[in-house]
């Protein structure tokens, strides 16, 4: 059974910054776990933001990279996104989500949204 549990969204002026939490509960050791951070734009397909592989690999879409940094804490079971220079185009609903070998979950958590207005 996964379990996630996204925190930290909220409103933000643009040019600011919010740091994203996500604790899962997995039902392996939480270290063997892949995890992206996702989001979905009203009106839009849900899209890969970053993902943190177990190997500590880790991947950014383009529009991330060199704004946004994704981190986890096994021992906390947390994932985090710290988010910066944000823009009101990354206003959106953003969610986590596990990978066990090649299989991403179909668990997804409520998600926590994030707007970046004036």
């Given at each position: 059974q996964v379990q996630l549990v996204e925190s930290g969204g909220g409103l933000v002026q643009p040019g600011g910054s919010l740091r994203l939490s996500c604790v899962a509960s997995v039902s392996r050791p939480f270290s063997v776990y892949d995890f992206g951070w996702y989001r979905?734009?009203?009106g839009q397909q849900r899209e890969l933001v970053a993902a943190i592989f177990s190997s500590a690999r880790i991947h950014y879409a383009d529009f991330a990279r060199g704004r946004f940094t994704i981190s986890r804490d096994n021992a906390k079971k947390t994932i985090y996104l710290q988010m910066r220079s944000l823009t009101p185009e990354d206003t959106a609903v953003y969610y986590c989500r596990?990978?066990?070998g090649s299989a991403?979950?179909?668990?997804?958590?409520?998600?926590?949204?994030?707007?970046?207005?004036?």
């Amino acid at each position: 059974q996964v379990q996630l549990v996204e925190s930290g969204g909220g409103l933000v002026q643009p040019g600011g910054s919010l740091r994203l939490s996500c604790v899962a509960s997995v039902s392996r050791p939480f270290s063997v776990y892949d995890f992206g951070w996702y989001r979905q734009a009203p009106g839009q397909q849900r899209e890969l933001v970053a993902a943190i592989f177990s190997s500590a690999r880790i991947h950014y879409a383009d529009f991330a990279r060199g704004r946004f940094t994704i981190s986890r804490d096994n021992a906390k079971k947390t994932i985090y996104l710290q988010m910066r220079s944000l823009t009101p185009e990354d206003t959106a609903v953003y969610y986590c989500r596990p990978r066990y070998g090649s299989a991403w979950s179909d668990n997804w958590g409520q998600g926590t949204l994030v707007t970046v207005s004036s």
